[in-house]
Nanobody, 129 residues
Framework: QVQLVESGGGLVATGDSLKLSCAAS????????MGWFRQAPGKDREFVAA????????YYADSVKGRFAISRDVAKNTVYLQMNRLKSEDTAVYYC??????????????????????WGQGTQVTVSS
C-alpha cells in the first residue's frame, strides 16, 4: 500500500524560503510521476510542480516558476519542493501526489489532480505579509 507523508510546512515571512518533503512508502518513487498541488481556503486545488517518473523533466505553474524547485532523492524515496521568495499568495495547504504508473505522458497530464491516484494528507504553509 502506498503512503505519502508531507512535512516541512510552517509560518514564514514574505521573502523567506521553505522546503517541503514528501516521504513515500510502499513503492519506489522511481516508478512514479510525482506532483505538488496546493489549496487555499475557498479555492480549488491547483497545480504547483511535477516531476516525471524518470526524474528527467519537471513542470511548474507559471505563478511559481523561477521561485520553486521540485527534486527527489531516490535513496530516501522522498520528493522535495524548495520554495524561495515566498509571497502571501503562496499561503495554502500543500499536497504531494503520485501516480505510480511508470509511464510518460504529455505535459498536461501532470498538471491535473485526477492524474494522481495517491495523495498525502497535506502540510500547511502560511506566508505572512
Amino acid at each position: 500500500q502506498v503512503q505519502l507523508v508531507e512535512s516541512g510546512g510552517g509560518l514564514v515571512a514574505t521573502g523567506d524560503s521553505l522546503k517541503l518533503s514528501c516521504a513515500a512508502s510502499g513503492r519506489t518513487i522511481m516508478s512514479s510521476a510525482m506532483g505538488w498541488f496546493r489549496q487555499a481556503p475557498g479555492k480549488d486545488r491547483e497545480f504547483v510542480a511535477a516531476l516525471t517518473y524518470s526524474g528527467g523533466t519537471s513542470y511548474y505553474a507559471d505563478s511559481v516558476k523561477g521561485r520553486f524547485a521540485i527534486s527527489r532523492d531516490v535513496a530516501k524515496n522522498t520528493v522535495y519542493l524548495q520554495m524561495n521568495r515566498l509571497k502571501s499568495e503562496d499561503t495554502a495547504v500543500y499536497y504531494c501526489a503520485g501516480d505510480f504508473r511508470r509511464t510518460s505522458y504529455t505535459s498536461s497530464y501532470y498538471m491535473v489532480p485526477t492524474s494522481y491516484a495517491y495523495w498525502g494528507q497535506g502540510t500547511q504553509v502560511t506566508v505572512s505579509s
